[in-house]
């Protein structure tokens, strides 16, 4: 062996020497990782025996193109290792990537020689057990670079008679001045004006990143380390194309368990596993307990480079749109960040480049042994609970929600069964509850699990279809002549969906279940109706007119008193603070902004809010309300502790009270810790039910002014048409004609007014 690490030392020598490169020949380009690849392709691709280690293992490589790049269209390859890899097949599924950041290039080399092992079985006969059961029991998919841009920058390439090489260079390529150029700095670390960090770029937390052209400085254990630029989180989430390919890849295929492998060059964070999040207050991962340990035991398993002792542990503490973050809480693949090697993260030593991937891939093989959930070589402790769910009328596969209530969150996006029913969860030794669910079907919730750390557990599941049943509505409309659309929003559990709705009666079939439905239109009031369906139903819809109590489009602060906080307006838009996210608890209270005016005319009608609004709470821990409250009382009347950072419209609806002179405040309710955006709000608008159309508001704007007389106008003399409110708001003598005398009217009232 130091034979040989000797021949590789002299080799890479030679090959620096005689070579405009900085780097050993040791390391793949790019186009050695494709060639090799595609070698590989064409040896196992359609080999039904690869090996005398794998007795019927069928066909072990397939690759695949699951992108390409933003600005040079370099293909993004992926590797699947798998006996039978050319079918679909209900195995666990694991993601390795190589290289994210350019200049990391060690990843490329561990990926590579994963690859190489598991085509190659007969020259690692002391991992022999590891590699066939791994490949028999996963599915392995490999992908040795997602960021092709940046690593040709790393190893460099000839431009106009030039050699050009940035081997500290960072992002990808994209041209972020706009000067139709690559602009990048290759002395020392950062102030490359272009290119996007690829793991700040997920939307996952992703505003907490860098800003463009933010200077960065060092850690405790490097202070002098400056990399200015260098992590850049793009223009807006998911805006790169290679983070684009990772996630739709990471969607597709629902990963059970990942390593994404970096390298630390500041040595801040160097020989490292990281993984999804304690954050500030003790804030854990739900499945913490689960992703803790199998860090723990993966650092264990990794050396370090010098001296004894292995790899650190630990949770990711930041939030900053990383891919761990983002594949855990969106897609339920537990995903670790192994920061490989020190500083010295591109070593010219072939026999350490060597050793260093040896290292590591004793990590990677106890990650892909707990996903197979084997024991052989010293494997981990299964502790998995797996099974298929079914339609219990049909047998056929059902994508339902798999719940383990005691590893819950609104933090994490429902964990949904493949397209084959299976569901997989890594659990530990303890008492579980699995809860199974979709809508139209009865849930089903299975207490007492205890996992073992011998055998997978496997509990399936066949869901009892509910009923279906006719439901009839019935839309009234406000008066003859209404011409506005009806659009009705259906939400079950948290899926919307909007319907068109006709006058008359409109005929459904639905499952059972729990329904809110939110009738809306330009002209009508934005009535709401809940209701539990178990048999057959029919309702009348009686849609009105409206009447606004109060509208504000937020250009100044003189319809509300700040009773706390640092609530300001910008833009035409009210936000919730002037910093970046809102301060947490306060002692003498929540942050809170009131209406300087009660809303008149309360009593005895139904009312409705419409807020044009994004919103941003720390998920289940912090709250965005509005109350009606008088001197003796308080009603709250909507509580939000999610997050949807894009404009949309909010109703909120209340059914007739019997007080008046009621005040509305607008706050959030924070815990001590982790702040989000809050609130940005650009309008709101307060409605009334009508029973008939208020006589002159033409424009529907509340009021009656010369704005309401200048259309009635044009519609007399010009012919213009009118909506069915118009022509009621019009017609102030109701004599069902549109003339002089309802203009002299309304010119009386105004000037009465």
């Known amino acids: 062996m130091k034979i040989m690490r000797l021949f590789f030392s002299i080799f890479s020598f030679l090959t620096i020497s005689f070579s405009q490169s900085e780097l050993p020949g040791r390391y793949h380009t790019y186009e050695e990782i494709v060639d090799s690849l595609f070698h590989w392709n064409s040896l196992f691709s359609e080999n039904n025996s690869p090996s005398q280690y794998y007795p019927g293992s069928g066909v072990i490589y397939q690759m695949e193109e699951i992108g390409t790049t933003g600005t040079d269209n370099l293909p993004i390859y992926a590797v699947k290792l798998s006996y039978n890899a050319n079918q679909e097949l209900d195995k666990p599924k694991v993601l390795i990537l190589g290289q994210c950041h350019a200049e990391e290039i060690l990843g490329v080399e561990v990926s590579m020689e994963m690859i190489r092992r598991f085509l190659y079985p007969g020259n690692y006969l002391n991992d ?62 950062g102030n490359d004006l272009d290119g996007v960090d690829l793991n700040r770029n997920y939307d996952f937390n992703w505003f907490f990143g860098d800003p463009v052209n933010t200077l960065d400085g060092g850690c405790s254990a490097n202070p002098s380390y400056v990399s200015h630029y260098d992590y850049y989180r793009g223009e807006y989430p998911f805006s790169e194309k290679e983070v684009r390919a990772i996630r739709d890849f990471a969607i597709d295929k629902q990963f059970l368990l990942s390593i994404a492998y970096h390298s630390s060059r500041s040595g801040c964070v160097a020989e490292r596993v990281i993984y999804p999040w304690l954050w500030e207050g003790g804030k854990a991962a739900p499945d913490f307990t689960v992703i803790s340990t199998l860090g723990q035991e993966i650092a264990e398993l990794i050396d370090v480079e010098v001296g004894d002792g292995n790899y650190h542990h630990a949770a990711s503490g930041s939030r900053k749109g990383n891919a761990h973050d983002w594949f855990y809480s969106q897609t339920g693949c537990i995903q670790y960040l192994i920061e490989v090697a020190t500083e010295n993260m591109q070593p010219f ?121 006719p439901v009839s509505l019935n839309c009234n409309l406000p008066e003859d002549g209404f011409s506005q659309s009806i659009q009705m929003l259906r939400k079950v559990n948290s899926q919307i969906d909007t319907i068109n709705l006709v006058e008359g009666v409109n005929d459904f079939v639905w499952k059972e279940g729990s329904y809110s439905l939110q009738f809306i239109s330009d002209d009508i009031f934005p009535k709401k109706i809940n209701f539990e369906l178990d048999g057959a139903m029919s309702q009348e819809v009686d849609l009105k007119w409206y009447d606004i109590l109060f509208f504000d489009n937020f250009n100044n602060l003189n319809n509300w008193n700040v009773v706390r906080g640092d609530w300001l307006i910008s833009d035409g838009v009210l936000l919730s603070q002037d910093n970046l996210v809102y301060d947490n608890f306060h002692p003498l209270g929540p942050s809170r902004i009131n209406l300087t005016q009660p809303i008149s005319s309360f009593q005895n009608q139904n009312l409705a809010i419409k807020m044009n609004m994004k919103n941003e709470l720390e998920w289940g821990k912090d709250t965005l309300f509005i109350d009606f409250f008088n001197a003796t009382d308080s009603l709250n009347i909507y509580r939000n502790m999610g997050q949807n950072w894009s404009y949309h419209d909010e109703y909120i609806n209340l059914d007739s009270q019997s007080s008046d002179n009621n005040f509305l405040s607008l706050g959030i309710s924070p815990d001590i810790t982790l702040g989000y955006r809050g609130l940005a709000l650009s309008e709101m608008i307060i409605f009334s039910e009508l029973e008939s159309c208020k006589k002159g508001d033409y424009n529907h704007d509340g009021i009656i002014d010369v704005t309401d007389i200048i259309p009635i106008v044009n519609y007399i003399t010009l012919y213009t048409s009118l909506t069915g409110f118009q022509s009621c708001a019009s017609d102030s003598n109701d004599d069902e004609y549109i003339d002089i005398l309802d203009i002299i009217t309304f010119i009386n009232h105004i000037l009465e007014n």
């Open 128 to 189: 022999i057990q590891t590699l066939m059961g791994v490949l028999y029991y996963t599915e392995i998919w490999i992908v040795p670079t997602h960021n092709p841009e940046g690593h040709t920058v790393v190893h460099g390439w000839e431009e106009d008679g030039e050699w050009l090489q940035d081997v500290t260079f960072r992002k990808n390529k994209t041209d972020v001045n706009g000067n139709g150029e690559f602009d990048f700095d290759p002395e020392g670390y």
């Open 349 to 469: 030593d072939v026999a350490l480049i060597d050793d260093t991937v040896d290292r590591n891939l004793k990590g990677a093989y106890h990650l892909l042994k707990r996903a197979a959930g084997i024991n052989v070589q010293d494997g981990p402790d299964k502790f998995q609970i797996t099974g298929i769910i079914t339609d219990a009328s049909t047998n056929l596969p059902i994508q339902a929600e798999v719940e383990i209530l005691e590893m819950s969150s609104p933090i994490l996006k429902p964990r949904l069964a493949n397209s084959l029913g299976r569901y997989r969860r890594l659990l530990y030794a303890d008492t579980f509850t699995l809860k199974v669910s979709k809508h139209g079907y009865q849930t089903q919730v299975i207490e007492n699990i205890v996992p073992s750390s011998s055998s997978i557990t496997e509990i399936d599941v066949a869901l009892l279809p509910v009923g279906d049943y």
